[in-house]
């Protein structure tokens, strides 16, 4: 990991400032790599607080002093800086974030040399969403036409990565449901992660939540069996009966499960796919409450590397099958929950014999849940060459797992 200065500050990031409030800054860089034909937006939006100026924001949101026991060590956790904005009303939290996100799908196209019109689906990941149709709003606003599917995923910081293993992964079709994957083979798709965590958590008093989490968004192109050309993958549910990391479902679902699954499927209407999953809940009503930073290695490390191995293991037989069993994943897209989670994983990977870089990307933002993996995918692009595979390792609370490996270029 290595020490970034202020994302405003980036070369080739562009900082602009949305007139809601007292103003917003916004800021997003656009990232193309024209030998794969794939291209993305990532950014984010509000002030930068760095580790020492967070302090007196968290103090405000819980209404008291944060006491010097109760900081965190961020940097040792790999942030450096995250990203909140000011108080607003609904009206304006929903305005700011159809802006940010019909922007983001704009440049995300403009980065694949798409128009808007031509994309034919939309895939967003959110945690804690600001309305319920929020994807087709910003498909709406951005110009994509309203004959494209759009699908909202709220698998938590697994958004992404889960909207990804849908666009690519047929075996995830479920009976009664329509089969993404296969719909979307050969087709114009955006997908990835639009986190507005700074409203989301700004009535929470949790001291945690409030030092980890902060705003940004990553949107990634993607034609199925083209650009990314599925290997194998797989969905996990490791359901968090203690409440680890307790999150309040801001979205519709029946609190049942759905064919032995968490994770309920529903269509309110032709353009539109809801992949919802159930949650512990915060006891009081709160949007999150979570155990210290030990709490979430031990909820996240021991199944996500079940879930890797069982990943890996089954791409090995596949190298083998196609009589390229030298053929190593060239770098894994890992959620950036927490430094020490990632260390951790790779090396307890490492002493099952399984070994591929995992870069850490994204210390100039926090914990910015589904947007995590499509930042670190976009900064990692331009190393990318045709014919590489990579690994995508999701993970989020409730707890859901996805990784896949897929195959990249055009």
Same mark, same amino acid.
């Given at each position: 990991m290595t020490e970034n200065n202020s994302f405003f500050e980036r070369p080739n990031v562009l900082n602009e400032t949305i007139q809601i409030g007292t103003g917003i800054p916004f800021a997003?860089?656009?990232?193309?790599?024209?030998?794969?034909?794939?291209?993305?937006?990532? #950014?984010?939006w509000g002030d930068s607080y760095d580790n020492a100026r967070l302090r007196d924001l968290v103090s405000y949101r819980r209404g008291e002093y944060l006491q010097d026991a109760d900081v965190m060590n961020l940097s040792e956790l790999g942030f450096l800086s995250r990203h909140h904005i000011q108080d607003l009303n609904d009206a304006d939290h929903l305005e700011l974030e159809v802006q940010i996100g019909a922007r983001m799908l704009r440049e995300a196209a403009k980065a694949n040399q798409w128009n808007p019109e031509d994309v034919d689906a939309v895939l967003i990941g959110m945690s804690g969403p600001v309305s319920h149709d929020y994807v087709p709003l910003i498909c709406e606003r951005a110009g994509i036409s309203s004959k494209a599917l759009k699908v909202s995923v709220h698998k938590a910081c697994d958004g992404s990565v889960g909207s990804l293993n849908l666009a690519l992964n047929p075996r995830l079709g479920r009976k009664g449901s329509m089969n993404i994957a296969?719909?979307?083979?050969?087709?114009?798709?955006?997908?990835?992660?639009?986190?507005?965590?700074?409203?989301?958590?700004?009535?929470?008093?949790?001291? +945690?939540?409030?030092?980890?989490?902060?705003?940004?968004?990553?949107?990634? #192109?993607v034609v199925p069996g083209e650009t990314f050309k599925f290997l194998v993958g797989k969905d996990h549910e490791a359901f968090d009966?203690?409440?680890?990391?307790?999150?309040?479902? +801001? +979205?519709?679902?029946?609190?049942?499960?759905?064919?032995?699954?968490?994770?309920?499927?529903?269509?309110?209407?032709?353009?539109?796919?809801?992949?919802?999953?159930?949650?512990?809940?915060?006891e009081h009503g709160g949007p999150i409450a979570m155990a210290g930073p030990m709490g979430m290695v031990k909820l996240f490390v021991r199944t996500g590397v079940k879930v890797v191995t069982d990943v890996f293991n089954e791409y090995a037989e596949l190298m083998n099958k196609l009589g390229t069993p030298e053929k190593k994943i060239s770098v894994g897209i890992v959620h950036h929950a927490n430094y020490k989670i990632n260390q951790l994983k790779a090396k307890q990977l490492q002493g099952l014999g399984i070994e591929f870089p995992m870069p850490w990307l994204v210390s100039d933002?926090?914990?910015?849940?589904?947007?995590?993996?499509?930042?670190?995918?976009?900064?990692?692009?331009?190393?990318?060459?045709a014919g590489d595979n990579v690994l995508f390792d999701g993970f989020g609370a409730g707890t859901y797992y996805d990784v896949l490996a897929a195959t990249m270029g055009a």
């Open positions: 997003f860089e656009s990232v193309t790599n024209t030998a794969l034909g794939i291209g993305g937006a990532y #950014g984010t296969e719909e979307l083979k050969g087709k114009k798709v955006l997908l990835g992660g639009i986190e507005g965590l700074s409203r989301f958590t700004s009535n929470s008093r949790d001291k +945690y939540a409030l030092q980890l989490f902060g705003n940004a968004a990553g949107i990634i #192109g009966d203690e409440g680890v990391l307790a999150v309040h479902m +801001y +979205y519709p679902h029946s609190r049942q499960e759905e064919n032995g699954s968490k994770v309920e499927i529903t269509q309110s209407d032709p353009g539109h796919i809801r992949v919802a999953g159930l949650m512990h809940e915060p933002f926090g914990n910015v849940s589904a947007a995590s993996n499509m930042i670190v995918f976009l900064r990692q692009l331009p190393k990318i060459k």
